[in-house]
Every structure is written in C-alpha cells, then in structure tokens.
C-alpha cells in the first residue's frame, strides 16, 4: 500500500475551543488508482492532503506513506519524501514567480534528482506549453498556470500525485480539459491520484470516491 | 539544492533594481566604513613610522635641562669618558616644512631604525663632501633642491622628514658646534654622572602625536561608523522586503520537499555571496573615498597637530580583509530578522504580501515603547555615569531609541492630522500616509539618524570654530612672537625691543610632573594682555593680582576636570604648594598645566630658559618690527611669528577640517536618501491595491501621484522636526560628555540657524528627489495595471 491512514485525528484550537477537522480517518490508497476526496468546506479534505503529503502533522492515529510513518518523522525526512515520491498540485497553482515556465516545469523533478528533458519536453507539448516557456508565470491565464503547475509535478514522476482542488480556480471547460490531462499523465506514469474536489461530475471520473463529513468518512 | 538556489536567485534577476538597491547599500556603507579605516590606518602608521625614525620611541637620550642645545664639545667629552652616545641635530629647514634629522651613521646604536646608509659607497656618500639628503619619494617630489645636498628617496622614511649627516644639518640648520640631543646606545654606560645641565630622558611611551590626533580620528571613526548603520538600513530594507516577496516561493519551495533547514542554507549562502560582491564593491569605493579625502585630511592633520601623514594610500591586506568581515557581519545583522522570520516560516501560512506591513504595524507600539525604555536609560546614564562608556552608551542609547520611537511618534501625529481634517481627500490623504508609515519606518529611521547626525556633528564643529578662533584671538593676543637662539641673544633682543614696542612679554615654561602625569608649568606676566583677554573659566576675586603676587596659580580646565580640582584646592609643585585661584580653557592641550608669576617661575625652576618672548606694537607697525628683528638680529625664519599669519593658518586648518566632515556628511545624507528612494521604489509596487480603488472613484493618476509626492515630503518634514532636538542633543552629549570624558576640556556649545535651515532644506530636497521616480511611474501607470487590482489574478 502506497499510502495509509489510520485513525487519524486532527484538531484546531479556535477562540471558541478546539475544533476536530479530522476524527478518527482510515484510508488506504494503491499505487496505480485514483481516489477522489469530496466534501462540504470544513468538513476536513485539505487537512487530509496535508496530512499525506506530510505538510502537517496528525494529533493522533498514523500516517504512512511509502513505508515512512510520517507521524514520527521528523522534517528533514518528511521533506526527502515530498521532493522524491510525492508531487503537489494546489488550487493556487504557486509557481515560481521569478522562473520562466520552462525552469517550471523542470524545476520539481531537477528538485528530486530525476530531470529527463525528453520527458519534460513531451508534457510541455502534451500540455500546450510548448510556445509558453519563455513566459513568466504573470504573463499567463489561470488556465495555462494550472497546467505548468501539473506538468512540474509530473515531470518529477512521483509515485503518489495529491492535487487540492485543480480545476477550482478555472472554468469548467478549461478545468474539464485540465483534468482529462491530468488523469491520462498519471496514468501514463503509474502513479496514484489522491485528488480533494467539490464537485461530484470530475470526482465521477476517478476509480474511488470517498466523501468527509464533519472530519469523518461518510 | 542547484535548482532551489536557481529559484532563490532568480528573484533578483526578476527585480534587478532591488538588487541594485541591496548591492548600492552594502557597498555605500563598506565604503565609507573602509574609507574612513583606511585614512586612520594611514595616519597612524605615519605617525609610527615618525617616531620609529630614529628609534626615538625605544633609546633614551640625553638632553639639555633647559631644553635647549647642546654644545658639540660636551658631546666629545661624553664619548672620552667611555658614554656610547651619538649625535642628533634635529630642526625644521627653513622655508619648508621638512623636518631635518643629521645623524652620524657610524656612531648610530644598532637598534635605531629605517637609517637606509651604514655600510660601503652609500655611506662614505654620505658622510663626503655635500653630502646627502634622504627623503621620502613624495617628500621629494614636492621639494626644490636649492642649496640642498644631492636628495636620495627611501619609501621607508616617514613623509616630512629628511635625514643627513649630522655635519650637513648643523649648516643648514645655522647650528654649527650644537646639538639637539644624543642618543644613548642600549646596554651599559660608565657609572658616572653627567655634566651640568644634560639629563637623560627615558624612551617615550608612546607617539605624542598619536595621542593628539585621538579626538580627530575618533570623530571620524564615529562618522564612518554612522555611515555604516545608516546604509545596513538600506540593506535590511531590501532584504525584508525580499523576503515578504518571496515568501510563497519559499513555501512552495518546502512544499515541493526543501527542509527548512536547507532552505535557510540555502538564503545564508546567497546573502554570503552577495555581501562577497558587494564588500568588494565597496572597498573599492572606499579606497577611492580615502584617496580623495586624505589629502584634506593630511592637511588639516599636519596644521593642527603638526603631524605628517603622506598623501597617498597604501593598500593593507587587514584593511582588505577587515572592510569585507564588516560587509559580511553587516549583511548578517542587517538580515537578522529575515532569518528569524524565515527560521519560523509556518509550512502551511496563507501567503498575504501585506502580512509584514501589517505585522509592523502592530509592533510599533511594542517598539516605541523600548525606544522610550532606551531613552530613559540614555538619560540615566547620561546623568549618573561617568567616563567614556557611559558617554558612548548613552549616545548610543539615545539615537537608538530615538529611532525606535519614530514610527510610533509619526503614526500618532498622521492620526491626529486625519481627525482634525475636514474634507474626504485631506482624510484619505491622511489615512493612506498612516498606511505608509510601517512600509518607509526603516527609511525614515536612517534619514533620522542621518539628519540627527549631522545635525549634532555639525553643531559640535561649528562651536568648535567658533569657540576655537575666538579662544585663538585671546591667547594669541600679542601681535608678535620672538624665539631667540640663546640667553645672550634673548638678553640682546629684550633690551632692543623695549623702546620699539608696547610691551616685552617673556614666555617661560618648565616641565614637571602634575598629579603624577608629565605636565607643564608657564610663567605669566601681570600684564593687561594678559588680564583683558586670557579666557578663565572660572577664577577668585582679583586672581590676577594673587598670582602676581606668588599667592596661587591657575589651572587649565583638563587638569581642572581630570582631578576634581575646586577653587582654593592645593597643587603641588617643586617649592612648595600654591592654591588654585583660576581656571583657564585650553583646547587641544593632553597635558595638564599651570600658570604662575614668572617670578615664581624662575624661583622654583631656576634652570629655565628666558628665549620667547611676546610682543605688543600696534598692528600696522608689526610687520615692519618683524623684518627689522630679522634683519637686525639675523633670525632664521619661523623664529618671529607673527600673530595674523598664526590665525589665518589656524582658519586654514579648519577649512580644511570642514572640508572633510563636510564630505562625510554629504555622503551620510546621500546614503539616508537611498534608503526613501529603496524603500518608496519598493513599496510604489505593493500599494496598488489602496491606490486602484480611488483612481476608480475617480481621482486622476497624476493626481494620485502629486499627492504621493506631497505625503514623501511631510514624513520627511515631520522626521527632521524629531530630528532637530535629536540632533542638539547629540551635540550636546559630544560636547558636554564625550569631550570632556576623551579629552578633558568642553566647549561651549552654539546653534547655528542657517545651518539648520539649509540642512533641513537639503533633507527635503533629498526626499523630494527620491520619490521622484516611484511618483512618475504612478503619474503614468497603466490602467490595466490599475484594474488587475481589481480582477484578483494575481
């Protein structure tokens, strides 16, 4: 098993007392599926991600990904295992400011050791980038940055793909397009696909789908 | 971890005027640090080189207890009886400035040093015919060779300086069968004692001059200094401000599996380099500031102290490597917070470019209140401590603190401006520059210190001047000064002058110890020269006719301080105690000193010598009195001085000292005014946002701009209003305080009004240019600029 929960809880302190995002998870993720993450907002799902991608740490329950508990690994090993076997795609894309979509695209996989131009190059044609990649993430629509942000995670090829909400900041043709890419991309590299959407249609298209409700699986 | 350092640089190339600004501030101040390092440097090893000449400052020697020459025959004697002494003859060439040095090299003890001839041809060159003439190459240079010996160079010499046999120096020095002083070989002497009237005198413990020049060369240290902190201000600027730009790429960068702890790396490697290149840059400039200033420097070191420095610099690899351990110590401080911030970089944080206004804001108050804190302790230790610490920690706390309090002082003042304003623009007008406050603090912090600076240093120099030339114009009242070269000729000379003058006033002094320190002793005539003019601090009842009548003496203000004396105090001198009846300033003086009746004088000292004298003769006549004395009595020149040229030297050398502080205060203003031009350039871009939604209201761009424009000149308007009182206090603690800690005496002090006014007018200016840039691009900006605010792409 690439990724897996167990009775894992989190929980916030607020002004108005702790409040429990997640209560009691357990969820298990192959290599080579997909999983979609639905929910209300609270109910839970970007904690999740961070949860597995090692980004935070859980309060109780255990959390293991590749073989690594991630609960008691501390930051440097957390971080060699989001640099090596896990590739982030975020709503807000967070490219590179200061790096054209060439430096990018290769810049997560030249990050984890693997840069293999040939296939940075076949994504960014794939991807449509490919008269892009002298721009500057500024210079482009939403839509372009999403799929530089896609084709930086993959060209590392990560074993483990998690994406919080890819599509939420564009229209639905465009996150329509978006999506199909990034479904055929991961299941070109066999990795898995932990993906956190609102929408029920895109969370149709994936193998599984789990719903959070109030910090626990529906 | 290449391609994480890529992504970090690959900012600067992004924003290549925030590089600059980093770079230019880094530099500026590694600059003006290392410059001003270089030309102590340089000072002082010029005076070590001139005490070294001779070995001076390790032989004892042996002079005349008067203080006069001594006659060729004793010398022979001494060598008869077994004494292993040489020969010096020691004078200033007349006409120039050199000081003359005749040795004989085959008498020289081993240990006196950087004496190019000993051995072979060069030696019996030297000791032959005319002789020879060794010089420094830039002493050289500047001097003609009439009637001089044939001039050798040696870079060891020290500038000013000549050195040739002993023989040579007695012709030109018009001292045939005398000399100045016999050096003393180290080891065993015949166990007998001197003749009458020689002493021997044990090595100096230290360059007099060295210890003269103190207060200058702390001035500039305090200035380099200054100029230091004020460009790190420019440096902690960019680099926050990089930060807060980068701070989502560094949390990308960690998202994407880079270890806090690398990352960190990662920014230290990158502010190293960069302080590599611009500590660098800035000895460079620092060289080329030293070079330009040093001449001036030079000057004014070699009117005031008599000290000769040469006029060029010479490259120390400590000075290399001291100017880039500060550019890197600096970089580090300067980016201290950044680290601290990035150390303690939430992984998962929302990215809000605002959040470190914001965050600054909330710490105003935090931080005005330790500025208060440092303020009082400033005033505590000002008004308890005592030394120079004390004086240097409360000045250190005072401008500290007084740039803590700033932000808060100004936010408060913008908030009571938008209460009290009526119309809608005035209150936003009002409210935005509230707004601004936390983004320029920094800026507004350096340009305080700067303004504050030269405020004070400028206050201090200008009392200085003028305290110094009207302090000039009392003590040196007679209109002429006489050295005669003998008692017989002195006798000759008194006798000649009495008809042709208003009054013959001897100068006579003694040395002795003063409360166990070497100290001097002059005798002082009851004269109206003397009771009209002599500037007294503080004195008894008719303290004049009490020392005339051998009942006490006065005292000059830094033996005054240095022991606690009170009026009527007991001070011991050779003869007995005499009570202190007067104090006397006396600017520039180390050394402790006392006024008596000359007649008490010659009591108590009986040796002294009767050879200067002051003349009183109507101002028209004196230059007149002055060429007949020459020819008369065949005087060498500089034996009558007369009291005009002694001012207008005296002012000369100001000038030239006004000159260089003048430079470094330019220097320190134009630093200050990068610092607003670094920081409104920067901020021009992040406050878009709060611009956009009144352009859309309907307020003109250029409008918009104007208004920038006016909010730039009333925060630099209200700084120099908190400037002003920072500035006279700092004045006042370096007269009050740190003078009179370093040096013992203090001077009054005074405002100058002009001065302030230009200065604050200079400040405006200074604003005014430094926003001119971020105003125009405002004034022009493109719409689509304007509403991408709006459309929230970003």
């Known amino acids: 098993m690439l990724l897996t929960l167990t009775g894992v809880t989190k929980t916030y302190a607020t002004g108005e007392g702790p409040l429990t995002v997640l209560d009691g998870i357990d969820l298990a993720l192959q290599a080579g599926t997909s999983l979609a993450l639905t929910g209300e907002s609270g109910s839970g799902k970007s904690t999740l991600l961070h949860l597995a991608a090692g980004l935070d740490l859980a309060d109780a329950g255990r959390v293991e990904l590749a073989g690594v508990n991630l609960t008691t690994a501390g930051d440097p090993v957390r971080a060699g295992l989001r640099r090596g076997t896990v590739g982030l795609v975020f709503q807000q894309f967070n490219l590179i400011p200061s790096l054209d979509v060439a430096a990018n695209l290769a810049f997560q996989a030249r990050l984890a050791g693997r840069h293999d131009p040939a296939w940075t190059a076949r994504l960014a044609q794939v991807l449509g980038l490919s008269a892009l990649l002298g721009r500057y993430p500024e210079q482009l629509s939403g839509g372009q940055q999403q799929r530089v942000a896609i084709g930086r995670t993959l060209a590392a090829r990560p074993q483990l793909v998690l994406a919080d909400e890819p599509t939420g900041n564009l229209d639905e043709a465009t996150g329509d397009a978006v999506l199909d890419l990034m479904l055929r991309l991961v299941a070109d590299t066999g990795a898995a696909l932990l993906m956190v959407t609102h929408s029920p249609r895109l969370a149709g298209r994936l193998d599984r789908r789990v719903t959070l409700s109030a910090g626990r699986i529906t | ?794």
């Open chain 2, 1 to 794: 971890m290449r391609a994480g350092l890529s992504a970090l640089l690959s900012h600067w190339l992004r924003h290549p005027v925030q590089l600059a600004m980093l770079m230019l501030g880094l530099a500026l101040a590694t600059a003006l640090w290392s410059g001003v390092q270089a030309i102590n440097a340089e000072a002082r090893a010029s005076y070590d080189r001139a005490a070294a000449v001779l070995g001076q400052n390790r032989m004892e020697r042996i002079v005349s207890q008067d203080g006069g020459p001594i006659a060729q025959g004793l010398y022979v004697a001494l060598r008869r009886d077994g004494w292993k002494v040489s020969p010096v003859v020691e004078g200033r060439l007349p006409a120039t400035d050199l000081r003359l040095l005749g040795i004989d090299p085959l008498t020289l003890p081993a240990g006196a040093a950087s004496v190019p001839v000993r051995t072979g041809a060069d030696l019996a060159d030297f000791l032959s015919g005319g002789g020879q003439l060794y010089l420094n190459p830039e002493t050289a240079a500047g001097l003609r060779p009439d009637g001089l010996p044939a001039l050798r160079t040696d870079p060891g010499l020290p500038p000013g300086t000549g050195l040739t046999d002993v023989g040579v120096a007695q012709r030109l020095l018009g001292m045939e069968g005398r000399l100045s002083y016999l050096l003393v070989s180290p080891g065993a002497q015949p166990d007998r004692p001197l003749p009458q009237g020689l002493v021997r005198r044990a090595p100096d413990d230290g360059t007099d001059i060295a210890r003269l020049t103190d207060s200058f060369h702390l001035n500039l240290t305090a200035f380099g200094f200054l100029a230091f902190a004020v460009g790190l201000f420019i440096v902690n600027s960019a680099i926050g401000l990089a930060f807060e730009q980068r701070r989502a790429m560094l949390r990308t960068l960690r998202a994407l599996g880079l270890s806090a702890r690398e990352i960190m790396g990662l920014v230290l490697l990158e502010l190293l380099v960069l302080a590599l290149a611009a500590g660098m840059t800035g000895i460079g400039l620092g060289y080329l500031v030293a070079a330009a200033l040093l001449p001036d420097v030079a000057a004014t070191l070699r009117g005031l102290y008599g000290a000769e420095v040469t006029g060029t610099l010479s490259l120390r690899p400590g000075w290399w490597l001291a100017g880039l351990g500060m550019a890197m110590a600096g970089t580090l401080l300067a980016a201290g917070q950044s680290l601290w911030r990035l150390w303690h970089l939430p992984l998962l944080a929302p990215a809000q470019p605002r959040a470190w206004a914001r965050a600054t804001a909330r710490s105003l108050w935090r931080q005005g209140l330790a500025g208060a804190a440092l303020l009082g302790l400033s005033a505590g230790l000002l008004a308890f401590g005592t030394g120079l610490p004390a004086g240097f920690g409360g000045l250190a706390a005072l401008l500290v603190g007084a740039a803590l309090c700033l932000p808060l002082g100004l936010i408060l003042v913008t908030g009571l401006g938008g209460r009290m304003a009526r119309g809608v623009l005035v209150q936003w007008f009002w409210a935005d520059t509230r707004q601004q406050v936390p983004g320029l603090s920094l800026a507004l912090m350096a340009l305080l210190l700067a303004l504050a600076a030269n405020i004070g240093v400028g206050t201090m120099v200008s009392s200085f001047r003028q305290t110094f030339v009207g302090w000039l114009d009392q003590r040196l009242a007679s209109e002429l000064y006489v050295t005669a070269r003998s008692a017989d000729e002195a006798r000759r000379l008194e006798a000649w002058l009495a008809p042709r003058t208003d009054a013959v006033l001897p100068i006579l002094s003694a040395g002795t110890p003063l409360f166990g320190r070497p100290g001097e002793v002059y005798g002082i005539t009851d004269h109206p020269t003397y009771r009209d003019n002599w500037p007294l601090l503080a004195a008894l009842p008719d303290v004049w006719g009490r020392i005339a009548a051998g009942q006490g003496l006065m005292v000059n203000e830094q033996l005054y301080r240095a022991e606690a004396l009170a009026l009527g105090d007991a001070v011991d001198l050779p003869g007995g105690p005499l009570p202190v009846v007067g104090v006397y300033s006396d600017y520039g003086n180390p050394r402790p000193q006392v006024l008596i009746a000359p007649e008490s004088l010659m009591a108590r000292f009986p040796d002294t010598p009767r050879l200067r004298f002051g003349l009183r003769v109507d101002p028209d006549r004196a230059g007149a009195l002055a060429a007949a004395l020459v020819a008369e009595f065949g005087l060498p020149d500089g034996a009558v001085v007369d009291q005009a040229t002694l001012k207008a030297l005296s002012l000369q050398v100001f000038e030239q000292t006004f000159a260089v502080t003048a430079a470094l205060n330019v220097l320190t203003l134009g630093i200050a005014g990068l610092a607003m031009f670094a920081s409104l350039l920067t901020l021009s871009g992040l406050r878009l946002p709060q611009v956009a939604p009144v352009w859309a209201m309907g307020l003109t761009r250029p409008r918009l701009a104007l208004l920038d424009f006016a909010r730039t000149l009333l925060l630099a308007a209200l700084t120099l209003v908190a400037a002003l009182p920072l500035g006279l206090a700092l004045a006042w603690v370096l007269l009050a305080v740190v003078n009179v800690a370093a040096f013992g005496w203090r001077l009054p002090m005074q405002v100058f009004p002009g001065d302030l006014a230009r200065l604050g007018g200079i400040a405006l200016l200074a604003a005014g240019v430094a926003s001119l840039i971020p105003v125009l691009r405002l004034a022009r900006i493109a719409p689509a600029a304007l509403l991408r605010v709006f459309a929230n792409e970003r």
